[in-house]
């Protein structure tokens, strides 16, 4: 049998049950199971078990997945068949699904890896009488066998961070990494000992931790203080004997070059590096893109209400999983087929020619996603301002489900209408992707990006008002505030926010009226005092009466002196008593009281 082991294949363990002696197949990326090449009698006479103690320790700042398997040693072949689902992630490589899967956080991963130990297999020790199954140097079960094990445990901390609007993003990432590597300049025994200055000990309680590992714990640590309790008793952790170590990489040795005899075939082809990075490239774009339309998503249904654009939100996501689950199937059909040279690499070359978007989609999608998020952020400012005030329902279902439920008088109901449903836009790209094989794809419908500058500062202020109303009318009984959401196009095709009221059941349009302006006297006697004002600039038709405040320069409350009649600005107050007094004004509504108004200077 063969003894050099130059041709051997270098390959991460990645969690799988490495033994030496076991048998691997290349095509699949797959161990077999319950099947060693010799007698495993006859595998402990050659094998060597060499003692080693090396400790790593990395932080890491950017983990996008080129980063993060970097962090885990995988070439494009392993990754290849990772993204299309051959192998597992189970354990610490959870984490490159997991950092996939979460954004718009900061990232800070603590890499500790240990190597305690390696089995080696003397090869050249064997004769070709030894093989077990002399059958599969003439099938295609299996393409090399496991030679060499190295063992030790890998511990990935993940913290994580958001970042505020007021935070500078470089200055957070170097102030984290210099505190994650004062672990780095301690021996793992004095870790407990990390002495902290204030300002560390404060950002360590912003970050919270994420554990993945090659060990499970009773518990997994969540803070930054846990992890360094985590990293104290790592030593205690790998077991007296190293029993709970790991297989953390291995070598593979082709099958073929075994037999002295030469009957056996190569039974693997090793894909072009150039295909096998335009394969990884396609299929990681294509997966980001669905991991950007469900974070979206995931974060609108957090809003809670807008049900509307999450439906939307859902045509295409459900659609580009398709795209995804589609292109998978295929590929890991393909690979196996092409690895194992049934086919040539033109069957991988013709697979990424189909589901390769055309320029022109690629860019109207990530403008979608793009505006989509944009618009995102900007319910949640909305959402964020509309929860401050506890007598604000929103609503998570249509309007239509729920209005019988609300056993009051009034409804005062502000509706946000953005989204539309028919989207010229998205039914177009949802057109192409449901037949993505078209290469020509380009027209000139638009985006409808509904939040300029002059119409979000119009439905902003109109939010505001509707918070404020809510806030001055919170005790009374007869009225309920909701928000929901709407199509445009039950709207005239507006895009914005409209305030609709019901009476009991019945509804009719309705301004929330501003403030009525600064009181002024425009006569003043010994008996009387004549006030003027004017009108709210918005919403005055739904004034039916105001109410007029004092307070004199001895009193500290406010008092209402009278109310009019009707919606004139205008009164005259009687009988005051002596002093200095000052005055303000408010609306009167059919559904409860406005903001009031500036106090008018002190006159008497």
Same mark, same amino acid.
């Given at each position: 049998? #063969?003894?050099?082991?130059?041709?051997?294949?270098?390959?991460?363990?990645?969690?799988?049950?490495?033994?030496?002696?076991?048998? /691997?197949?290349?095509?699949?990326?797959?161990?077999?199971?319950?099947?060693?090449?010799?007698? $495993?009698?006859?595998?402990?006479?050659?094998?060597?078990?060499?003692?080693?103690?090396?400790?790593?320790? *990395?932080?890491?700042?950017?983990?996008?997945?080129?980063?993060?398997?970097?962090?885990?040693?995988?070439?494009?072949?392993?990754?290849?068949?990772?993204?299309?689902?051959?192998?597992?992630?189970?354990?610490?490589?959870?984490?490159?699904?997991? !950092?996939?899967?979460?954004?718009?956080? $900061?990232?800070?991963?603590?890499?500790?890896?240990?190597?305690?130990?390696?089995? $080696?297999?003397?090869?050249?020790?064997?004769?070709?009488?030894?093989?077990?199954?002399?059958?599969?140097?003439?099938?295609?079960? #299996?393409?090399?066998?496991?030679?060499?094990?190295?063992?030790?445990? $890998?511990?990935?901390?993940?913290?994580?961070?958001?970042?505020?609007?007021?935070?500078?993003?470089?200055?957070?990432?170097?102030?984290?990494?210099?505190?994650?590597?004062?672990?780095?300049?301690?021996?793992?025994?004095?870790?407990?000992?990390?002495?902290?200055?204030?300002?560390?000990?404060?950002?360590?309680?912003?970050?919270? !931790?994420?554990?993945?590992?090659?060990?499970?714990?009773?518990?997994?640590?969540?803070?930054?203080?846990?992890?360094?309790?985590?990293?104290?008793?790592?030593?205690?952790?790998?077991?007296?004997?190293?029993?709970?170590?790991?297989?953390?990489?291995?070598?593979?040795?082709?099958?073929?070059?075994?037999?002295?005899?030469?009957? #056996?075939?190569?039974?693997?082809?090793?894909?072009?590096?150039?295909?096998?990075?335009?394969?990884?490239?396609?299929?990681?774009?294509?997966?980001? =893109?669905?991991?950007?339309?469900?974070?979206?998503?995931?974060?609108?249904?957090?809003?809670?209400?807008? /049900?509307?654009?999450?439906?939307?939100?859902?045509?295409?996501?459900?659609?580009?999983?398709?795209?995804?689950?589609?292109?998978?199937?295929?590929?890991?059909?393909?690979?196996?087929?092409?690895?194992?040279?049934?086919?040539?690499?033109?069957?991988?070359?013709?697979?990424?020619?189909?589901?390769?978007?055309?320029?022109?989609?690629?860019?109207?999608?990530?403008?979608?996603?793009?505006?989509?998020?944009?618009?995102?952020?900007?319910?949640?400012?909305?959402?964020?301002? =509309?929860?401050?005030?506890?007598?604000?329902?929103?609503?998570?279902?249509?309007?239509?489900?729920?209005?019988?439920?609300?056993?009051?008088?009034?409804?005062?109901?502000?509706?946000?209408?953005?989204?539309? *449903?028919?989207?010229?836009?998205?039914?177009?790209?949802?057109? /192409?992707?449901?037949?993505?094989?078209?290469?020509?794809?380009?027209?000139?419908?638009?985006?409808?990006?509904?939040?300029?500058?002059?119409?979000?500062?119009?439905?902003?202020?109109?939010?505001?008002?509707?918070?404020?109303?809510?806030?001055?009318?919170?005790?009374?009984?007869?009225?309920?505030?909701?928000?929901? *959401? *709407?199509?445009?196009?039950?709207?005239?095709?507006?895009?914005?926010?409209?305030?609709?009221?019901?009476?009991?059941?019945?509804?009719?349009?309705?301004?929330?009226?501003?403030?009525?302006?600064?009181?002024?006297?425009?006569?003043?006697?010994?008996?009387?005092?004549?006030?003027?004002?004017?009108?709210? #600039?918005?919403?005055?038709?739904?004034?039916?009466? /105001?109410?007029?405040?004092?307070?004199?320069?001895?009193?500290?409350?406010?008092?209402?002196?009278?109310?009019?009649?009707?919606?004139?600005?205008?009164?005259?107050?009687?009988?005051?008593?002596?002093?200095?007094?000052?005055?303000?004004?408010?609306?009167?509504?059919?559904?409860?009281?406005?903001?009031?108004?500036?106090? !008018?200077?002190?006159?008497?």
């Amino acid at each position: 049998m #063969a003894g050099d082991k130059a041709p051997a294949l270098k390959m991460m363990a990645l969690d799988r049950p490495f033994k030496v002696g076991m048998l /691997y197949d290349y095509k699949t990326d797959r161990l077999i199971p319950n099947m060693l090449l010799w007698d $495993e009698n006859l595998i402990s006479n050659y094998l060597t078990c060499h003692s080693s103690s090396s400790r790593t320790y *990395e932080v890491h700042i950017n983990n996008n997945l080129t980063e993060l398997e970097y962090l885990f040693g995988i070439d494009n072949n392993l990754k290849l068949s990772i993204l299309a689902g051959l192998v597992d992630l189970p354990g610490s490589n959870n984490l490159i699904d997991y !950092c996939q899967r979460i954004k718009h956080t $900061e990232r800070f991963i603590l890499q500790y890896s240990i190597t305690t130990h390696s089995d $080696e297999l003397e090869i050249r020790h064997f004769r070709k009488s030894d093989v077990k199954h002399q059958d599969l140097f003439h099938q295609q079960v #299996a393409t090399h066998v496991v030679t060499d094990v190295f063992y030790g445990i $890998e511990i990935f901390l993940v913290f994580n961070r958001k970042l505020s609007d007021n935070e500078n993003r470089t200055e957070l990432h170097n102030s984290v990494k210099e505190l994650l590597k004062k672990l780095k300049t301690l021996p793992i025994s004095d870790i407990g000992q990390l002495h902290l200055s204030n300002g560390e000990k404060q950002l360590a309680e912003t970050l919270t !931790c994420q554990y993945y590992g090659d060990i499970q714990l009773k518990s997994n640590p969540t803070s930054f203080i846990e992890a360094i309790e985590l990293l104290r008793q790592l030593p205690n952790l790998l077991g007296k004997n190293n029993e709970n170590t790991k297989p953390i990489k291995v070598l593979l040795y082709p099958l073929y070059l075994l037999d002295d005899f030469a009957t #056996a075939k190569k039974r693997f082809h090793e894909i072009n590096n150039h295909i096998l990075s335009k394969s990884v490239e396609l299929m990681t774009s294509l997966h980001e =893109l669905v991991i950007s339309l469900s974070d979206i998503k995931s974060n609108l249904s957090s809003l809670k209400i807008f /049900y509307q654009t999450e439906q939307q939100l859902s045509r295409i996501c459900t659609r580009m999983s398709e795209i995804e689950t589609d292109m998978r199937k295929e590929m890991v059909k393909l690979l196996p087929e092409v690895r194992g040279t049934s086919l040539q690499e033109k069957s991988l070359t013709d697979l990424l020619e189909k589901f390769n978007f055309s320029l022109s989609t690629k860019q109207k999608l990530n403008d979608w996603i793009q505006f989509k998020t944009e618009e995102k952020n900007i319910f949640t400012s909305f959402i964020n301002d =509309l929860r401050k005030q506890d007598n604000i329902n929103l609503l998570t279902l249509p309007f239509a489900e729920v209005r019988k439920s609300f056993n009051y008088k009034f409804i005062l109901r502000l509706v946000i209408h953005v989204t539309e *449903e028919n989207d010229t836009f998205l039914n177009e790209l949802l057109q /192409y992707l449901e037949d993505y094989s078209k290469r020509d794809h380009d027209t000139n419908i638009k985006i409808n990006r509904w939040f300029n500058q002059n119409n979000l500062a119009l439905i902003q202020k109109q939010i505001t008002l509707f918070i404020k109303f809510a806030e001055i009318n919170v005790n009374k009984n007869n009225i309920v505030f909701v928000v929901d *959401e *709407e199509d445009i196009n039950k709207f005239q095709r507006k895009t914005g926010v409209t305030t609709i009221l019901y009476q009991n059941g019945v509804p009719m349009n309705f301004e929330i009226p501003s403030r009525p302006g600064r009181p002024h006297v425009t006569d003043n006697s010994c008996q009387n005092t004549t006030l003027s004002w004017t009108k709210p #600039a918005q919403g005055s038709e739904n004034i039916q009466q /105001y109410m007029i405040y004092g307070r004199n320069h001895l009193n500290r409350h406010w008092k209402l002196l009278l109310s009019t009649v009707n919606d004139t600005p205008s009164a005259i107050i009687s009988n005051l008593e002596e002093g200095k007094y000052r005055f303000k004004i408010q609306g009167i509504t059919l559904a409860g009281y406005t903001e009031e108004s500036d106090a !008018c200077d002190a006159i008497g």
